[in-house]
């Protein structure tokens, strides 16, 4: 290994403004009263980021509905039994609300006995039933349990009532999810309320949430996780790293995990090549590293570890399979005191659970060890880190990863690792800087944005910031402008889920990252490209064309602050001002070097910043037979490549009087010209089979 220790991909120093948590005099957040000003949309779409209060954004909404709007009756609907309690009975009006949020016991149906599936919820689908029938206002079930419920009751069962949806990612426009299919069919007959939140919208599996014409029936409110984490009163440094192993990786873990620091350690699952394949040896191995055992407490059932400092620290067990002992340890994690009592406990050692909607405000560290089944889920194990707590200034999350030796056969399969675990560094700096909206250049100056000391300059390619809502306002020469309402939504609401599209393609990253004769147009313009067309494909040329240039522009812009950022600064002497500061001042830099067009931004490879950053934290070795597995995997152009570089051709025949030629010095109009011979050879063999 070249370093011992995680790299940091991504850090963020908070301004630390304690907005976040400040309250309007109706009791409500930022992002709560943001969401609160939409209540009387039909379909409200929330995406904000963990900790921000969704769930009761949703109970200030749902209130609203219910005493203002007709609505008779609201059903939420949670993916497990255990984020159900986040929707337990709050006394809003003691902050401000003219009501109080009131679930009855017996309509919480995510605390009713028995698992959700088919065999044993006909008495929770029962008990939708009756509630549909009578007059309580509130029932919260799982998304199990309302499946059924639709499939047993008919989805005109759930007219004029409010179906509020928590973590919405869960939902899929594939028709074999279940639940999607049914959100279709709550939408097509356009009789009940739909509010849909997410911290993280898109799916690991790169399948789209909602459909393109259902996506655009919802009113969407964005809280982005720069205000939100900008807006804390506590923490103040998010570091997001990765590190890579050889051997064991419980041998590895003792150089990340500090007993004196607030942890969640996810461990890796027995099926992965990380385990050991004895996850209970593994646990004990960890808590071995933590100090010595000295028992268990018989009222939580945490173990209790005697550190090398003499402190008595207390470990939760989620991996235990005996289900007694861990509905124990869970009940004690969801009490009271876990929220409130900063010891209440210290490390959290987890398989498959602490993850999605799991709330320990404490935790400092998420420790994850191995591939991630997909992107989302990584970005949910972030969030548990995310809090903020007194005392927790700083909070991180470190992706573990095998590191395969020179002669490891199943290198293919730890080059997937090494891309999801870059993939989710790439997307969690992109959603941590500040929101981009571009326009062409000399529009004039827009209110509310600071254009910096010049202020705004006629015929200058000028940035404006708004400081309050983290969005930058960037003028870019030769831009295209979306020329429809939705496309101009994508441009100023949807471009991190566009980007996320982008780093999820494995060929992009694989090109990108380990191809030293990769042309960055084949990414920047055919790769994504083809991605948009895919994910928008009822919109025309110059839509495509415009949301491309916008998401590209988003990616390289934050690629190459970030880059010259960290050049100019290193973590330690970053002061909290300029630490605030540098991003922004980063951007204008960059801006004005010289006047950039998106010619030169689709010229920029997008990876290129991620590749510096890997370089440091994988042996060199390694990293050359990476970049062999990634050479020997170089394909023929589909017919949909060629006809994309031949439709480039032509834009570039046309700005430049020539077509490109074959012989060029430059490689992107070489890739063209061959890309244009290619898609001539596909047309030839067409016409020859008739």
Known sequence: MTENRPIPAVRLVTAHTGASASANELGMRPMQARAYGHRGEQYLL???????????????????????????????????????????????????????????????????????????????????????????HVLVCTHATFRFAVDELGIEAFDDRLVAIDEFHHVSANPDNRLGAQLGQLITR???????????????????????????????????????????????????????????????????????????????SVNSRES?????????????????????????????????????????????????????????????????????????IALGMAKEGFDWIWCEHALTVGYRSSLTEIIQIIGRATRDAPGKTVARFTNLIAEPAAADDVVADAVNDTLKAIAASLLMEQVLTPKFEFTPKDVGPKYGYDYGPGG??????????????????????????????????????????????????????????????????????VRMGKIVRDRYPDLDDTDHEAIRQHAIAALNITQQVTKEVAKTATADAIGELKANTAFVDGVRKFMNVKELDIDLIDNINPFDAAYAILAKAMNPDTLRQVQAVIAARKTTLTEDEARAYAVRAVEWKRERGRAPAITSQDPWERQLAEGVAAFARFRQKATADG
């Open 276 to 348: 050991t394949k004895d996850k209970h040896r593994e646990v004990e191995e960890i808590m071995d590293h933590l100090g010595t055992w000295k028992g268990t407490d018989p009222t939580t059932g945490f173990h209790l570890i005697e550190t090398q400092d003499r402190r008595t620290i207390k470990v939760a067990d989620l991996v235990d399979d005996d289900g007694a002992r861990r509905d124990r340890v869970i009940t004690a994690l969801r009490s009271p005191e876990a929220r409130t009592d900063r010891d209440h406990v210290d490390v959290i």
């Open 46 to 136: 929330i995406k904000s980021p963990p900790a921000s209060g969704k769930s009761r954004a949703l109970m200030f909404i749902a209130l609203d509905k219910l005493h203002n709007q007709g609505i008779k009756q609201a059903i939420i609907v949670v993916p497990e039994r255990s984020i159900g309690g986040s929707f337990a009975d709050e006394p809003l009006s003691k902050y401000g609300f003219w009501a109080d949020w009131t679930v009855k016991p017996h309509w919480n149906l995510c605390n009713a006995p028995g698992v959700d599936d088919a065999k044993v919820a006909k008495s929770k689908v029962k008990a939708v039933g009756e509630f549909l029938a009578g007059a309580d």
């Open 190 to 268: 356009d009789k009940a309320h739909v509010v849909a939140m997410t911290g993280s919208y898109f799916r690991g599996d790169a399948v789209a949430v909602l459909t393109p014409e259902d996506e655009a029936k919802f009113t969407t409110v964005t809280y982005t996780y720069y205000e939100q984490l900008n807006g804390y009163q506590y923490l103040k440094t998010l570091d997001i790293a990765y590190s890579f192993y050889t051997g064991r990786y419980v041998d590895k873990i003792n150089d990340l995990l500090d007993p004196a620091v607030k942890t969640i350690v996810h461990i890796p």
């Open 456 to 525: 705004y300059e006629e015929g200058k390619q000028n940035v404006g910031f708004n400081e309050e809502r983290g969005q930058f306002l960037i003028e870019l020469k030769d831009l295209v402008e979306p020329s429809t309402p939705e496309a101009r939504r994508i441009c100023q609401e949807d471009l991190n889920e566009v980007i996320t599209s982008f780093i999820q393609d494995k060929q992009a990253m694989e090109r990108g990252m380990f191809d030293p004769e990769v042309v960055p147009e084949e990414l920047t313009q």
